[in-house]
């Protein structure tokens, strides 16, 4: 940095950047570290988030959170989109691969296999609720395969929630494609001709080219996928309120926060799901050390 | 040969199915937003097209006392003033990371760092006392506040894009006279307009979409934006699947429109917003 105003303005140039940072830092702070700040501090309370009395309770909360088993059951619902996001994941990796050749309508194909990913969720809700509706969507088409079923899709907890991940996956689906499919052109072409020239199977071409140069988004995509799993709300909120064994970590949250009025037991949970998510992104990157992180 | 072309076959067969399962749920609530309810009571099926492909009525009904209306107003309004406050947040912050060495710069880039790593859905427990206590609860602001203040996605893209930019620019500037401030809007702003592009793109239809916030923030009724007005549905027209449809059409098809006029924008958007 040149500076050519003197030694008058120094004071002054010293003040400019944080004059810039100013109101980032100001919102910064006042909605991701003092909410994180008093969570844990609330963890160790007792408080009802209204009451001006509070006491400490010391690692209540957390016990509590260990040992009531029901409140620890969620943590299997998301095993259910777990699975779900790793049929996510194969299945946008096959796509990808396949559309990164010569394939007709690829465009078309493109748009389709995307455009779920930027749909409103509440509609995505219902129009799913209308799929697995008795007498839906879904009924009607196994209907007209001659497969008659009164089963009701969202009446049990298994089949419930396994059809809630496959909303997810319906869902999501399309970004994890097109973050493939950019990987995957971004692969200089000359790479599959010369390729094919030596006679390459799409295997092996699929194997030592394309696998590689993946790489960084497949383990981006697995890291989304489990705090993705792990903080599941808007699905299964929207369509079954975490009725019949639906209920995830974040619903139970929220509604032990919002509708029960225990801030101090939610912030516990919500803490706990912080470092969950926080350990699982730490693997992740001492498992896969990522060359972009240092940013500046 | 013969193996390549029936692994050709089965390549167009499983888009052709991933296509219906995608489109045909779709298609089914589109059918039925057109169908009276006297169609949808007499058992014709799901799939039955309707009698009157032109039957707006539920349209009207879902506009009407669906609130939707206001719930398009509200959004706009969020959108609009939560977009341009990232785009402002954002490019200042690349702009003082970036460009100034300064004490404590080290400390500031972690800080940063770090909030891109908590996910927004666990402290919205804390979060809900800190927006009541602004008196921002049950207020546009709320929303507003925290999509500007918690989205570091944006931080990131601007500074990719600011790095790109030549610092010989801004000296040059300097040189003439600019101080910082003209600096930033006369030289680093207009150059980041790609940039821009890609957060509004981006930004626009997460806010456009976002449910939890809204949901938490402004239980008022004449506060609904269009995700928490589409979901108060659920109440009043409860079985009423042909209203509840064209609710969700009309909810669908702006981001239809916008994703058939900028696809190629939104690929880039969504594939440098994720891979910051």
Known sequence: MTDTTGTAARPARRLTPWLFLLAPLALLLTFTYAPIANMIAYSFTDWDGVSPQLDFTGAGNYTELLTRSELFEVFFVSGYYLVASVAQIALALYFATVLSFDVRFRNFFKGVLFFPYLINGVAIGFVFLYFFQDGGTLDSVLGLLGVRTDHAWLGTPFSANTSLAGVSVWRHLGLNFVLFLGAIQSVPGELYEAAELDGASRWQQFRYIIAPGIRPILSLSVILAVSGSLSVFEIPYIMTGGATGTETFVIQTVKLAFQFNKTGLASAAAVVLLLIVLVVTWVQRRIVPDEKVDLV | ?276
């Not at chain 2, 045909?24 to 949808?40: D, G, N, R």
């Not at chain 2, 007499?42 to 206001?70: C, E």
């Not at chain 2, 940063?112 to 666990?122: S, Y």
Request: without cysteine.
């Open chain 2, 1 to 276: 040969m013969t193996r390549r072309a029936a692994a050709r076959a089965l390549v167009y067969l499983s888009l052709l199915l991933a296509t219906l399962v995608v489109l045909l749920p779709l298609a089914v609530v589109l059918l039925t937003s057109l169908k009276s309810s006297e169609e949808m009571a007499d058992g014709s099926g799901a799939l039955a097209p309707p009698d009157d492909p032109l039957n707006f009525g539920n349209y009207v009904t879902a506009f009407r006392d669906g609130q939707m209306l206001s719930a398009f107003g509200n959004t706009a309004l969020v959108l609009v003033v939560a977009v341009g406050g990232t785009i402002l947040i954002g490019s200042m912050t690349a702009y003082a990371i970036d460009r100034f060495r300064f004490r404590f710069r080290k400390v500031v880039v972690a800080l940063f760092l770090l909030a891109a790593l908590v996910p927004g859905v666990t402290t919205q427990v804390a979060t809900f006392q800190i927006v009541d206590s602004l008196g921002m609860f049950d207020s546009l602001w709320a929303p507003i506040a925290l999509y500007m203040g918690t989205d570091i996605v944006s931080i990131y893209i601007f500074l990719q894009f600011i790095r790109s930019i030549p610092v010989s620019l801004d000296e040059a500037a300097r040189l003439d006279g600019a101080n910082a401030f003209t600096v930033y809007r006369k030289v680093i702003l207009p150059l980041l307009k790609p940039a821009i592009a890609t957060v509004v793109i981006v930004k626009g239809i997460n806010v456009y979409n976002d449910f939890y916030i809204p949901f938490l923030y402004m239980p008022s009724e004449d506060l609904g934006v269009i995700s928490t007005s589409l979901f108060r549905f659920k109440g009043p027209f409860g079985a009423h699947w042909e209203t509840i449809s064209a609710g969700a059409v009309l909810v669908i098809v702006p981001t239809l429109i916008v994703f058939l006029f900028l696809q190629r924008f939104i690929y880039n958007g969504f594939m440098r917003g994720a891979t910051k």
